[in-house]
């Protein structure tokens, strides 16, 4: 009992500096909540991380071996084709696992705590939507149809912090206030509201518990060109004012670059370049990751958008050495050998171009 004391009273300092917040650009005071990188030390750390599903055609390496660091306050986004893994990826970081999981493996440590040792349950108390939520793809389908949208945003408070409906409700209130809908929305149903404003209120409910990393998969997909816009001008409010880090899982590359800090590229379950976002989108390294933004419209060039050749290849069965050589234009012998990973600092990428100008990093997908 002493516990739960200590932690409804720990969170009902933060729910107290959370409405004290606000998000159209002043700074917020989270006490315990605000999180400091101390030595470097990243809020997410993911090594070997896998997520096979069995199926009656085999196993299919949704996840294979996925690598990379989320410092606090940084966007990274994971950017790559349908298909490619991405979603399956936010599934295995928040455990979110159908029935036919075939292999669930890796490390994955969300600032000191190794959660892939968690049991199920610990998992659930001390890790999913305290330290880390989400914003799923298609807002009216992950909201319940019969429960009115305040009950909802409002019950993983109830749930994990022992508030009362009262004080959930007005938790609630403050947060549909701060993403930009109104309070009186809270007793409607999602059948009710836009696809804009489902999307604000999926927001508000990753974030009702202050969470440390939010995951955000396609959050503006299906929605209007000016409604994407609002979302991120939200999106980088909230970055900014509660030092938020986000998982941005997309694969609208001139859509991402609004938030993104760090770009990871996706290729048949594996990440083959993790950039700075400044220099990604200026000079990618990957041939694949060259092709995507070749594919990119610009505004103010004549020059056509370019295309990838071929289809991805199956995951089920993906061909041996790297996964992206049957497609590349600057494919050579060595590319049916798996390819290192070559660290350039801050970046890495995966590609055999790379052989003797820089050294090859110790990590290995």
Same mark, same amino acid.
């Given at each position: /009992?002493?516990? %739960?004391?200590?932690?409804?009273?720990?969170?009902?300092?933060?729910?107290?500096?959370? +409405?004290?917040?606000?998000?159209?650009?002043?700074?917020?005071?989270?006490?315990?909540?605000?999180?400091?990188?101390?030595?470097?030390?990243?809020? %997410?750390?993911?090594?070997?991380?896998?997520?096979?599903?069995?199926?009656?055609? &085999?196993?299919?390496?949704? *996840?294979? !071996?996925?690598?990379?660091?989320?410092?606090?306050?940084? +966007?990274?986004?994971?950017?790559?084709?349908?298909?490619? !893994?991405?979603?399956?990826?936010?599934?295995?970081?928040?455990?979110?696992?159908?029935?036919?999981? &075939? =292999? #669930?493996?890796?490390?994955?440590?969300?600032?000191?705590?190794?959660?892939?040792?968690?049991?199920?349950?610990? #998992?659930?108390?001390?890790?999913?939507?305290?330290? /880390?939520?989400?914003?799923?793809?298609?807002? @009216?389908?992950?909201?319940?149809?019969?429960?009115?949208? !305040?009950?909802?945003?409002?019950?993983?408070?109830?749930?994990?912090?022992?508030?009362?409906?009262?004080?959930?409700?007005?938790?609630?209130?403050? %947060?549909?206030?701060? *993403?930009?809908?109104?309070?009186?929305?809270?007793?409607?149903?999602?059948?009710?509201?836009?696809?804009? @404003?489902?999307?604000? *209120?999926?927001?508000?409910?990753?974030?009702?518990? &202050?969470?440390?990393?939010? $995951?955000?998969?396609?959050?503006?997909?299906?929605?209007? *060109?000016?409604?994407?816009?609002?979302?991120?001008?939200?999106?980088?409010?909230?970055?900014?004012?509660?030092?938020?880090?986000?998982?941005?899982?997309?694969?609208?590359?001139?859509?991402?670059?609004? %938030?993104?800090?760090?770009? +990871?590229? @996706? #290729?048949?379950?594996?990440? $083959?370049?993790?950039?700075?976002?400044?220099?990604?989108?200026?000079?990618?390294?990957?041939? #694949?990751?060259?092709?995507?933004?070749?594919?990119?419209?610009?505004?103010?060039?004549?020059? =056509?958008?370019?295309? $990838?050749?071929?289809?991805?290849?199956?995951?089920?069965?993906?061909?041996?050495?790297?996964?992206?050589?049957?497609?590349?234009?600057?494919?050579?012998?060595?590319?049916?050998? =798996?390819?290192?990973?070559?660290?350039?600092?801050?970046?890495?990428?995966?590609?055999?171009?790379?052989? &003797?100008?820089?050294?090859?990093?110790?990590?290995?997908?």
């Amino acid at each position: /009992m002493s516990e %739960l004391k200590t932690k409804s009273d720990k969170h009902k300092a933060t729910l107290e500096a959370m +409405a004290k917040a606000d998000l159209m650009g002043r700074e917020v005071e989270l006490g315990e909540k605000r999180i400091v990188a101390e030595g470097g030390t990243p809020l %997410l750390r993911i090594e070997d991380l896998k997520l096979h599903f069995v199926t009656t055609r &085999g196993s299919v390496q949704a *996840v294979d !071996g996925v690598n990379f660091n989320l410092n606090t306050n940084k +966007a990274v986004v994971v950017v790559g084709e349908s298909g490619c !893994g991405k979603s399956s990826l936010a599934k295995a970081l928040l455990r979110l696992l159908p029935r036919n999981v &075939g =292999e #669930y493996s890796g490390k994955v440590w969300l600032k000191d705590v190794e959660t892939m040792s968690l049991s199920d349950e610990e #998992y659930r108390k001390r890790i999913r939507w305290i330290k /880390m939520s989400m914003v799923p793809q298609a807002a @009216m389908n992950s909201l319940n149809p019969v429960l009115r949208v !305040g009950d909802q945003v409002a019950e993983p408070v109830m749930i994990h912090y022992g508030a009362t409906q009262k004080e959930a409700m007005t938790q609630a209130a403050k %947060l549909f206030q701060n *993403v930009g809908v109104p309070v009186d929305f809270l007793t409607r149903y999602p059948f009710e509201l836009s696809g804009g @404003m489902r999307q604000r *209120v999926a927001i508000a409910m990753s974030l009702v518990t &202050g969470p440390d990393l939010v $995951i955000l998969d396609e959050p503006t997909s299906a929605l209007d *060109v000016l409604t994407q816009a609002n979302i991120f001008n939200l999106l980088k409010r909230i970055k900014a004012n509660l030092e938020t880090s986000f998982i941005l899982i997309t694969h609208d590359i001139a859509t991402s670059s609004e %938030l993104a800090d760090i770009v +990871a590229v @996706m #290729y048949a379950g594996q990440i $083959i370049e993790v950039s700075e976002s400044h220099r990604f989108f200026s000079a990618p390294r990957h041939p #694949y990751s060259a092709k995507l933004m070749a594919s990119v419209p610009k505004l103010r060039s004549r020059e =056509e958008p370019d295309f $990838i050749l071929g289809k991805p290849p199956s995951l089920i069965n993906p061909p041996t050495g790297c996964r992206f050589a049957e497609r590349c234009p600057s494919r050579f012998e060595k590319c049916s050998v =798996e390819p290192p990973i070559y660290d350039f600092g801050e970046d890495w990428v995966k590609c055999w171009l790379y052989e &003797g100008k820089v050294k090859p990093d110790e990590r290995n997908n």
